[in-house]
């Protein structure tokens, strides 16, 4: 699935010169969900990774075993999300209003769906981020 969300996404990849780093080490990814859905969840991630970059990014996708499922983490070093915005970015049409986000297109609407498309498949989504040095997403789903 995270192979299909990189050629979905390669047109943006190429023309951003993303330098993306890939790191599966999650052994059991057996996850009973709707493949759309899934492949819908990492594509926002991804999406916003590339769009809230500047040029030349490093993008790493990275997959690890957890207790509680498998974990998927979208790691940008792009222009992050300030402390007091983090926990309305999950809100529909919520958008942070800064600085150069002006000329990137948007709805406001990625996370929201990711947010409960994770909650209806009963994982979750962690985020960390700084301010111009990045965001990290994490998305851990229930092994079946
Ligand atoms: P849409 O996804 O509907 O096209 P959008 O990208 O603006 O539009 P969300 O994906 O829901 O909407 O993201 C909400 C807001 O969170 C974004 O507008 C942006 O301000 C911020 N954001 C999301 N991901 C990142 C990221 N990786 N780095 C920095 N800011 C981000
Ligand atoms: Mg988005």
């Known amino acids: ?3 299909k969300v990189v050629q979905n996404l ?11 780093e ?5 052994i059991n990814t ?4 709707d493949q759309v859905h899934v ?3 990492f594509f926002n991630l991804m999406d916003n990774a590339i769009k809230y970059s500047n040029e030349s ?19 940008d070093d792009g222009i992050g999300i300030p402390k007091d915005q983090l926990s309305k970015i999950f809100e529909k049409f ?3 209003p800064k600085g150069n986000l002006h000329d990137v297109k948007g709805f406001g609407l990625g996370l929201s769906y990711v947010k409960n498309m994770i909650e209806l498949l009963k994982g979750k989504i962690e985020v960390n981020s700084k301010i111009d040095s990045g965001s990290e997403f994490k998305v851990t789903l229930p092994n079946t």
Not at 10 to 20: A, F, T
Not at 30 to 33: C, F, I, R, T
Not at 57 to 74: K, L, Q, Y
């Open 1 to 3: 699935i995270l192979g």
């Open 10 to 20: 390669s047109v943006q990849i190429e023309q951003k010169e993303v330098n993306l």
């Open 22 to 26: 890939i790191n599966l080490n999650a």
């Open 30 to 33: 057996e996850v009973l969900a």
């Open 39 to 41: 492949t819908n969840i």
């Open 57 to 75: 990014p490093n993008i790493c996708i990275s997959t690890e075993d957890t207790d509680d499922g498998v974990m998927v983490s979208i790691k």
């Open 94 to 96: 919520y958008r942070v």
